[in-house]
Structures are given as C-alpha cells and as structure tokens.
C-alpha cells in the first residue's frame, strides 16, 4: 500500500507551491506531534465524558472504535492526496486542484468556520479545569474569561513562529501522554470500581427501547475525537519530505491518538463510583469528582496543570491550522482582505494578520456563546458538523478526480485499494454528517432541536452568496482541477 512510486505525468507530479515563504522547520516528530495536540485525547475525552456517559452510559466507549475505523479510511486519502500536493492550507489547496476553484472555495470555507468554532470549543472546555486549578468557582462568565485568556496565550505562542509552535508541539505531547497513561494507570491502580464488563452495561441508558439510539447519540465523543491528523498536511511547506513524512504521521496520529484516547475513557469509566448519579444529573462533573476522590486536592490541582497543557496546545495546533488556510485562502486572492491576510513576517515565516483573525473571531463566538443554555454541545457539535462536511468534500472530490482517470502518484498511494477506500471513507463521512445533524430533543423548539443543521446551513448559505457576490473564487492563478488532464478526463466521461 505504500512506497515510492515514479511521477506519472498524467497524473500530474507531486510538487510544493511556488515561492513557497515558510521556512522548513519542522521535523517528522513535530509534526506528528502538532497532529496528535490537534486531536487530543485528554481534551475530547474529559470535555465529552460526561455527556457521553448520559446519553449512553459505559458502552459509550465503542464509540472510539466506530470513529477510529472510519476516519482511518479519511486519512488514508488525505496523505494520498497531500503527497501529491503537499502544500499550505490543507483541504482548500487539495479540492482546488482535484476538482476546481468553486468547490474548493467553498471546502475551505465551511473548513475555516468548523476550525474558528473548534477553537471556541477546546478552549471553553478548559474554563472549568482552569477554575478548579487556581481556585475560583465555576460560572458561565468565568468559563468565557478563561476561553479568552487561553485564545490570546496560543496566539501569541503562535506568533512566535514555527519553532516555537514545534516545540509547544511536542511539549503537548508530552502533557496528552502523562495526561493519558500516567493518570490512566493512577487511577485503575488505586481507584478502580468496576471489572471490564461495565462497558457493556447501559445503566438503562435506553428506557425500553433499542439502545442503538442511546449509542448513537452519545457518540459524539468518537466524532469529536477523532479529526486533526489533517493539521499534520496544513504545515505541509515547513516540513522536509513531506510526501513521505505527512502521510505517515496523520495514520500515527490516527493509531496512538485513538489508543490513548480510548484508554484515558477506559481509566475514567472503571473508576466512576456511582454511574446513576451521573445518569440522573446529580453528579455533574464526572471527571472532576473522580480525580478529587482518587488524588485528593493536590494532586487533583496538579493532575488539573496537566490537562491544562494539553488544552492550550491543542488551542494552539487549531490556530497554526485556520491560520494557513486563512493566509492559503488569501495567497490565492480568494477572500475579502487578501492582500492584508496575505502579508507574511518574515523574522518569524508566520502568517501574522491571518493568525490574528484565528484569534479573534473565536473570541467572538466565545462571547456570543453568554447568550446559548447549552453552549458547549451545540459548540462542539457544529464543530464537528464543520470538520465532517470538509473533510467529505475532499473525499467526493478526491473519488470524482478518481473515476475520472486520477491515478495518485506522490510517495504514498493506495494502489488497487484506492478506490474502495474512498468509497468506504464517503460512506463513513455521511453517517457521521446524518447522525450528528439528528435532532434528538422533541420536547424542545424546533429551532433548538436542529440548531447544528441551521448553523451548518448559515455557514452554506452565507458562503455562496459571498462567492457569486464576488466572485472571489476565480481570483487567483494557483493551478486548479489539474489532478487529472484534460484529455484523460474527457475519456473517462465517455467510458
């Protein structure tokens, strides 16, 4: 399934953008690092952990695997497409040239707004960790203060350059691996309630129905875990042999980051002492009370310093990833500001004015967030209806080019297994789009039950009238739908 194979000229050739004016300064390490901070197990997996265990008790947990299987499929045409393409930005720059520039435009755009909200998210995921470790009670404001603060700390660790966001890379690493394995093995050492079977028992999570609706909705913690291999492909001009490197290190993001997160859920589930309480709503923060009563207050506050970590470099990889497709989306003319989201600093190659605006609307949306009662599932929710709906663009793009003659030829393909993968990724892509769309709350207005649909619709609609307003979209002389040749597409029609 892999190895070098020589550049089909029909095909096209794998090649980096021109002029190109980031500096290659991230390792192979690095990168996978800023992969794995992006899809961090300890921030999905104690953000989530206790609106996964309401919805659909301990066998939540298999939601890991359902998501795990299907977005390795995702990955495995992503790091055939960025071999080929291994240029800034991500999912823009690859469905330009593999289907065009409206598809494109419009990938990017519902990729930005997911990536801008997904920053909202895992910041305010942190608010109630940084309450507990310096001292102060939890309130809506004090969450949106502190999603401000850790906001403006990553950007400006990311203004530092990419150095510095290497090093705070793998320094998350480390955190999310202490955060995992050490507390992990801590807690089924010295706090473990229940056996191994608890992963099969609902807690009448169901009433009396079929469970598969209870799972389904609790699986929100799988969905959510598992994007960010992709930030491994948006850095992919600062890093040496990125045909080789990237593909590799988004399919080890996928194999440790899942494994780690899966067993961080496992800890947490067989130390739970009363999972009824936490059904009812009578323990509120699961994850919290379980470190409390295993460690103690100190060594809750220091376990809490961990976590703390692994939510800023997350924070961090997110705005490294909205900022080069913001300054990707500008280097190509393709948005309002481009010359100003365009302009580089040079003494540190970062992006700076598009880095500022990755900051700054999520700071807006943290804000706006005051006037939401469920603030952080309809966040991350649209979060993840954002990040889906691109990522499956890429995938209908990439089997488009595909059946049409596209024949991958950086240094990792698929071969004969191509296809099939694509297909199964799409298939994947749209069962995960359906069931996080589900409204799943009749006793509510229909306009909060289907809240993620309407905003995902606001964020379509919006993007095609800007892009038929102002014909952003064919700015620009970037190559687009060049992935397969003219005359092998023209073929292919006629087959």
Same mark, same amino acid.
């Given at each position: 399934?892999?190895?070098?194979?020589?550049?089909?000229?029909?095909?096209?050739?794998?090649?980096?953008?021109?002029? !190109?004016?980031?500096?290659?300064?991230?390792?192979?390490?690095?990168?996978?690092?800023?992969?794995? %901070?992006?899809?961090?197990?300890?921030?999905?997996?104690?953000?989530?952990?206790?609106?996964?265990?309401?919805?659909?008790?301990?066998?939540?947990?298999?939601?890991?695997?359902?998501?795990?299987?299907?977005?390795?499929?995702?990955?495995?045409?992503?790091?055939?497409?960025?071999?080929?393409?291994?240029?800034?930005?991500?999912?823009?720059?690859?469905?330009?040239?593999?289907?065009?520039?409206?598809?494109?435009?419009?990938?990017?755009?519902?990729?930005?707004?997911?990536?801008?909200?997904?920053?909202?998210?895992?910041?305010?995921?942190? &608010?109630?960790?940084?309450?507990?470790?310096?001292?102060?009670?939890?309130?809506?404001? %004090?969450?949106?203060? =502190?999603?401000?603060?850790?906001?403006?700390?990553?950007?400006?660790?990311?203004?530092?350059?990419?150095?510095?966001?290497?090093?705070?890379?793998?320094?998350?690493?480390?955190?999310?691996?202490?955060?995992?394995?050490?507390?992990?093995?801590?807690?089924?050492?010295?706090?473990?309630?229940?056996?191994?079977?608890?992963?099969?028992? %609902?807690?009448?999570?169901?009433?009396?129905?079929? @469970?598969?609706?209870?799972?389904?909705?609790?699986?929100?913690?799988?969905?959510?875990?598992? @994007?960010?291999?992709?930030?491994?492909?948006?850095?992919?001009?600062?890093?040496?042999?990125?045909?080789?490197?990237?593909?590799?290190?988004?399919?080890?993001?996928?194999?440790?980051?899942?494994?780690?997160?899966?067993?961080? =859920?496992?800890?947490?589930?067989?130390?739970?002492?009363?999972?009824?309480?936490?059904?009812?709503?009578?323990?509120?923060?699961?994850?919290?009370?379980?470190?409390?009563?295993?460690?103690?207050?100190?060594?809750?506050?220091?376990?809490?310093?961990?976590?703390?970590? !692994?939510?800023?470099?997350?924070?961090?990889?997110?705005?490294?990833?909205?900022?080069?497709?913001?300054?990707?989306?500008?280097?190509?003319?393709?948005?309002?500001?481009?010359?100003?989201?365009?302009?580089?600093?040079?003494?540190?190659?970062?992006?700076?004015?598009?880095?500022?605006?990755?900051?700054?609307?999520?700071?807006?949306?943290?804000?706006?967030?005051?006037?939401?009662?469920?603030?952080?599932?309809?966040?991350?929710?649209?979060?993840?209806?954002?990040?889906?709906? !691109?990522?499956?663009?890429?995938?209908?793009?990439?089997?488009?080019?595909?059946?049409?003659?596209?024949?991958?030829?950086?240094?990792?393909?698929?071969?004969?297994?191509?296809?099939?993968?694509?297909? &199964?990724?799409?298939?994947? &892509?749209?069962?995960?789009?359906?069931?996080?769309?589900?409204?799943?709350?009749?006793?509510?207005?229909?306009?909060?039950?289907?809240?993620?649909?309407?905003?995902?619709?606001?964020?379509?609609?919006?993007?095609?009238?800007?892009?038929? %307003?102002?014909?952003? @979209?064919?700015?620009?002389?970037?190559?687009?739908?060049?992935?397969?040749?003219?005359?092998?597409?023209?073929?292919?029609?006629?087959?």
């Amino acid at each position: 399934m892999t190895g070098p194979q020589p550049p089909s000229p029909a095909a096209g050739t794998a090649s980096a953008e021109p002029g !190109s004016e980031f500096r290659k300064d991230m390792g192979p390490w690095a990168n996978f690092a800023l992969g794995f %901070t992006y899809l961090s197990p300890v921030v999905s997996t104690y953000t989530l952990f206790g609106t996964a265990v309401v919805e659909g008790g301990p066998p939540m947990i298999w939601a890991f695997v359902l998501a795990g299987c299907g977005q390795f499929l995702v990955a495995l045409i992503f790091g055939e497409i960025v071999a080929q393409y291994p240029i800034a930005g991500g999912v823009y720059p690859w469905a330009r040239r593999l289907w065009g520039k409206r598809w494109a435009w419009m990938t990017g755009w519902v990729y930005m707004w997911a990536l801008l909200v997904t920053i909202t998210s895992v910041a305010y995921g942190a &608010g109630p960790y940084i309450a507990i470790l310096f001292g102060f009670d939890t309130t809506v404001h %004090t969450t949106v203060l =502190c999603t401000a603060v850790l906001i403006v700390i990553a950007v400006l660790i990311n203004y530092m350059g990419t150095k510095a966001l290497s090093a705070a890379a793998v320094i998350g690493f480390a955190g999310e691996l202490i955060g995992a394995l050490v507390v992990g093995i801590y807690l089924l050492s010295t706090h473990r309630h229940h056996g191994i079977g608890v992963i099969f028992d %609902t807690y009448g999570t169901h009433g009396d129905g079929s @469970y598969l609706p209870a799972f389904l909705a609790a699986a929100i913690i799988g969905f959510y875990q598992y @994007y960010g291999f992709e930030a491994c492909g948006d850095t992919a001009e600062e890093v040496a042999h990125p045909g080789r490197v990237i593909p590799r290190a988004m399919r080890r993001t996928i194999y440790i980051g899942g494994a780690a997160a899966t067993f961080t =859920c496992m800890s947490l589930l067989l130390s739970v002492t009363d999972f009824n309480a936490i059904i009812s709503g009578e323990q509120a923060d699961p994850v919290v009370d379980v470190l409390y009563d295993a460690m103690g207050e100190t060594g809750a506050r220091m376990v809490m310093a961990v976590v703390l970590i !692994s939510f800023l470099s997350c924070t961090i990889s997110l705005q490294a990833a909205a900022g080069r497709l913001i300054y990707s989306y500008a280097r190509d003319e393709m948005i309002a500001g481009h010359r100003l989201l365009r302009r580089f600093a040079h003494a540190r190659a970062v992006p700076g004015y598009a880095l500022f605006v990755s900051a700054a609307v999520p700071l807006l949306i943290a804000f706006a967030s005051l006037f939401s009662e469920d603030a952080l599932t309809n966040i991350v929710s649209f979060a993840i209806l954002g990040i889906y709906g !691109s990522f499956q663009m890429v995938v209908l793009a990439a089997l488009r080019a595909r059946l049409k003659g596209w024949r991958p030829a950086g240094e990792f393909t698929l071969g004969r297994w191509g296809l099939a993968v694509n297909i &199964g990724a799409l298939a994947y &892509g749209i069962f995960a789009i359906v069931n996080i769309c589900w409204a799943r709350s009749p006793e509510k207005p229909w306009y909060e039950n289907w809240i993620v649909l309407l905003c995902g619709a606001v964020v379509v609609g919006t993007g095609v009238l800007y892009m038929f %307003t102002t014909h952003h @979209y064919g700015r620009g002389g970037a190559a687009a739908g060049d992935a397969v040749p003219k005359e092998r597409a023209e073929a292919a029609s006629k087959r």
